[in-house]
């Protein structure tokens, strides 16, 4: 295996060259170019711990999400990653399962183990809790938050005008008893989208009824369930908004086992705009959120954090935007 002083020797440098290089360290364009290639003929690779002793650096940014499965938090995952692994860096990522406790243990674990910079998607974790450990020698960077106190570190989408979007593109259709299956209410983003559907509702003079409600859990099988309860409860609906796709998927289900048709009986709109709802049938009508775009711009603010600029902008809110396939009909 190579060592640094027969990388620097055959570039016809010095050593401590040959480490700025590799540490991001502005050397004249000649000795970079010869280091480069001298690497890369010899198959150079730094001992990570060595190097992450002489740098304070271990070359990793640390996740931390609800959960490591699911489309979203896999888009989310997938943008930061595409960011980071451009600038020689990996990921360690880690889930906190929606409990306040594991998520501070994941928090824990990724500083102990020397990440360079922490990228949360947590929901359990107060917002004063998480201003506390933004205040680490870490930095912070928060996906699906919005901290007044750490505004410029936080990446979100504006979740009330997606729920009153979805909501509105129903009632602009003619439907007027509209169901909700809401997604974890502990969690801001199914405050948000609630209230984003009670506003839409109200701005239309629609009255807001509390049998048209029910969890969704933001997952298949809840979405099955909720449907279900709905269906068993004989409440009048002819469209419902499920906080996210996969709960629209378990609702499409539901309702195809109950004998009503989408669209011609049951309208849905889901949200998120995951891969999924292209391939249900029929295709999903959803709100879009760019998951991917985001944990991109999360990437490049946890980058920017450490000293690593990048020549993309930061976006820190995002909107979401109305997608139209199939399953929305007029009333």
Partial sequence: MATIREVARLANVSVATVSRVMNGVTVTPANKTAVLAAIEQLHYRPNAFARSLATDRSGAIGVVVNEVTGLFYGGIVQGIESVVEKHGMHLIVSSGHRIAERERQAFESLTQSRADALIMLVSATSDYDLIELATGDRPVVLIGRHIEELADRCVFVDNVHGGYIATRHLIDKGHDQIAHLTGNLSMR?????????????????????????????????????????????GSEFTAVFAANDQSAAGALLALKEGGREVPGDVSVVGYDDVLLARYVSPALTTVGQPYVEMGRSAARLALSAIGISSPAPVVNKFEPKLVVRESVARR
């Fill in 189 to 233: 983003d199914g405050r948000d989208r609630l209230e984003g559907y009670k506003t839409a509702l109200r701005e239309a003079g629609i009255e807001f009824k509390e049998s048209l409600l029910v969890d969704g859990e933001f997952v298949e099988e809840g979405g099955y369930r909720g449907m279900q309860r709905l269906l068993h409860r």
